[in-house]
Nanobody
Framework: DVQLQASGGGLVQAGGSLTLSCAAS????????TGWVRRAPGNEREGVSA????????YYADSVKGRFTIFTDHAKNTVYLRMNNLRPDDTAVYYC??????????????????????WGQGTQVTVSS
C-alpha cells in the first residue's frame, strides 16, 4: 500500500517551534513532489509548502514564508516541515501529500491539496496566544 504517516503536531505557545514529519511507505519520493496542506476549522484547505521532485524547488504560502522550511531525508523516505515563530492563526490540522510529477512551480501548493497520489492522516497543530 502507498501510505504517508504524519506526526509531530502538538500544542505550543505563540513564538514556539515544531517540526512535522511525514514518512512514506510503499513507495519512494523519487518522481514525486511532496508538501504540506493545512485545514483550520471553517476554512478551505491551504497549501502551506511544497517541494519539487528534484528537491530544487521549494514553495511557500505567503503566510508562512520566512517561518516554515520544508526539507526531505531520502534515506529515511521522510519529508519534514520545520515551523518557527508559530502564531495562533497557524492552528490547523496539517496533512502531508505527494503528487507524482516532475514539473516544478508554485502551482504545486494548490495541486497537492486536491490532486495528490498519496495523503497522510493529518496531525493537529495548536498554537496558543
Amino acid at each position: 500500500d502507498v501510505q504517508l504517516q504524519a506526526s509531530g503536531g502538538g500544542l505550543v505557545q505563540a513564538g514556539g517551534s515544531l517540526t512535522l514529519s511525514c514518512a512514506a511507505s510503499g513507495f519512494t519520493f523519487d518522481g514525486y513532489a511532496t508538501g504540506w496542506v493545512r485545514r483550520a476549522p471553517g476554512n478551505e484547505r491551504e497549501g502551506v509548502s511544497a517541494l519539487s521532485s528534484t528537491d530544487e524547488g521549494t514553495y511557500y504560502a505567503d503566510s508562512v514564508k520566512g517561518r516554515f522550511t520544508i526539507f526531505t531525508d531520502h534515506a529515511k523516505n521522510t519529508v519534514y516541515l520545520r515551523m518557527n515563530n508559530l502564531r495562533p492563526d497557524d492552528t490547523a490540522v496539517y496533512y502531508c501529500a505527494a503528487l507524482r510529477t516532475r514539473t516544478n512551480g508554485a502551482w504545486l501548493l494548490r495541486a497537492l491539496g486536491y490532486e495528490h497520489d498519496a495523503w497522510g492522516q493529518g496531525t493537529q497543530v495548536t498554537v496558543s496566544s
